[in-house]
Nanobody, 122 residues
Framework: VQLQASGGGLVQAGGSLRLSCEASGSRSPISGLGWYRQTPGKQRELVAIITSAGDTIYADSIKGRFTISRDDAKNAVHLQMNSLKPEDTAVYYC?????????????????WGQGTLVTVSS
């Protein structure tokens, strides 16, 4: 599976950006699509996941500000980011997560996009 992300950039605090990611090459329907982010020296962290049923999971730090959506016709996932803060500055990666039935958790899958940089200035 190949993931192509786009939409990052530089924005002032309080502004908005929209990230997009298209998946290709999957031989089966994609159940979950998600976004993670990483800053230097820190582990990659979950931002949001959307399931094939439209259920969403958000990190507490972005709830109420970010909205994840998907377009199944294009195997695409979008992340609308509003009210951006300097602490949202990171490289954002799209991912095809896997649901662990034993842990009952969505875990990062092996397929990652190339990452897109979001910089929020204060």
């Amino acid at each position: 599976v190949q993931l192509q992300a786009s939409g990052g950039g530089l924005v002032q605090a309080g502004g908005s950006l929209r990230l997009s990611c298209e998946a290709s090459g999957s031989r089966s329907p994609i159940s979950g699509l998600g976004w993670y982010r990483q800053t230097p020296g820190k582990q990659r962290e979950l931002v949001a996941i959307i399931t094939s049923a439209g259920d969403t999971i958000y990190a507490d730090s972005i709830k109420g500000r970010f909205t994840i959506s998907r377009d199944d016709a294009k195997n695409a996932v979008h992340l609308q980011m509003n009210s951006l803060k300097p602490e949202d500055t990171a490289v954002y990666y799209c991912n095809v997560p896997n649901f662990d039935r034993l842990l009952k958790l969505w875990l990062p899958g092996v397929y990652w996009g190339q990452g897109t940089l979001v910089t929020v200035s204060s």
